[in-house]
């Protein structure tokens, strides 16, 4: 999956706006929106939020984790423990990424936020290339991974599967042609 | 203008609970679920022709109502946005599928003639119609540029050994829907025990597609 297609994933959640135009309820297929009155803030997915920003139509109210307190309780949570902890959303790398390059205005402190983020995701990663590492030196066949968010399994996913895979092709000893064993590529 | 649309808008809810028990959100749910399982499994899944034919519908509907309203209208910008974020997640999905199909076409042709009568198929008519033509000019592209000049003993190819399975056996992450329990994981190597797992609903996994393969069509587990 392209790290694009995760962030298309990301662009569903909602977040809050304060519009500044009065426009009726709108009946969208996947649910609907609104009413919206100017500085009456108004639930919308982050698609449309940064499109009205965008147009300079509303300002994004930043969600409640994105706030340098709180994550830096996340941060440290993060460092101090050796599993995965929860993370704010299951999106919060790429809503981070997203809200901070196009409504940076509207969100306090938006350069500390972004050094943050980027250290909790860093350990985690570096949690994650160790425990994959383990996984694959003790032959482990399960794993249990919560607290892992989409796009973390997405950084490590082509490299880990195509190199189990490839471990099993040669464990499993099997002649090109036989019947098991054989893999995607041609 | 704005009223036309909005009203139409209410139509598309309306319609779609009288014919089906889904409404057009929980629908757009099921395409996306379908979407990423179809992206992450080694297999073709099973074809979801009712999902993609209502959504096709309701996206024509909207698009029909769009027609109607004049340029620079602030809601159809908004419908068309979603539309085509709808669009690109059916055209992913099905694209998907069809690489499978040339991927895998002669297991897959194998398994629908061998499916027992009123079984679910593999695939939509059209896909289906897309896999055997493939088929055939696969074959008369293999004959007119090499076979035909082979001797005549070495002049059949059996595509089901030419072309390779999917392998059942790589690894999948999912994400559990609904509670399942002693799940058998098979051992890695000679040395180790085979154990059972309990996946409890929300949790999520790295194991071999081949165990959850049953999960995956019953909708149990969703790949992610």
């Given amino acids: ?186 | 203008m704005m009223d036309a649309l909005s009203d139409d808008g209410s139509d598309v809810n309306q319609d779609d609970t009288q014919e089906d028990v889904m409404t057009p959100a929980e629908l757009i749910a099921k395409l996306e679920e379908a979407w990423l399982n179809e992206k992450f499994s080694p297999e073709l899944q099973e074809n979801k022709s009712e999902v993609v034919e209502c959504v096709m519908e309701q996206l024509s509907h909207m698009e029909e109502n769009l027609q109607r309203v004049k340029k620079g209208d602030a809601k159809a910008s908004i419908h068309r946005m979603e539309i085509d974020r709808i669009r690109f997640v059916l055209s992913s999905y099905l694209r998907s599928r069809l690489q499978k199909i040339e991927k895998f076409f002669p297991h897959i042709l194998e398994r629908e003639k061998s499916r027992g009568e009123g079984a679910p198929s593999l695939l939509s008519p059209e896909e289906f119609a897309f896999a055997k033509e493939y088929y055939a000019n696969t074959e008369t592209y293999l004959k007119a540029v090499a076979l035909k000049r082979m001797p005549p003993n070495l002049q059949t190819v059996d595509m089901l050994k030419a072309v390779p399975e999917p392998c059942l056996d790589s690894f999948v992450f999912l994400r559990v829907k609904e509670r399942q329990e002693n799940i058998l994981v098979e051992p890695e190597a000679d040395d180790q025990r085979e154990y059972v797992v309990d996946l409890e609903e929300g949790s999520q996994h790295l194991m071999r597609y081949r165990t959850i393969a049953p999960l995956v069509s019953s909708g149990a587990v969703q790949l992610i």
Avoid at chain 1, 16 to 32: A, C, E, H, Q, R
Avoid at chain 1, 78 to 102: C, G
């Fill in chain 1, 1 to 186: 999956m392209d790290a694009s297609e995760v962030e298309f994933l990301a662009e569903k959640e909602t977040v809050t706006i304060i519009p500044n135009f009065s426009l009726d309820k709108i009946y969208l297929i996947g649910g609907d929106l609104g009413p919206f009155n100017p500085s009456l803030p108004v639930d919308v997915p982050v698609w449309l939020a940064l499109n009205l920003k965008q147009r300079q139509k509303c300002r994004i109210v930043p969600p409640a984790w994105m706030d340098v307190e709180k994550l830096e309780e996340i941060r440290d949570l993060e460092r101090k423990e050796d599993t995965f902890t929860p993370v704010p959303s299951p999106y919060y790398m790429e809503l981070t990424k997203l809200l901070l390059n196009y409504a940076s205005d509207n969100i306090p402190k938006a350069d500390e936020i972004r050094t943050l983020v980027k250290d909790i995701w860093d350990t985690r990663i570096a949690k994650l290339r160790l425990s994959a590492d383990s996984f694959i030196s003790q032959l482990e066949a399960h794993a249990k991974l919560d607290n892992l968010t989409l796009m973390e399994i997405n950084t490590i996913r082509t490299f880990l599967l195509d190199s189990l895979n490839c471990m099993y092709k040669l464990r499993s000893n099997l002649q090109p042609g036989s019947s098991k064993g054989q893999f995607k590529d041609f």
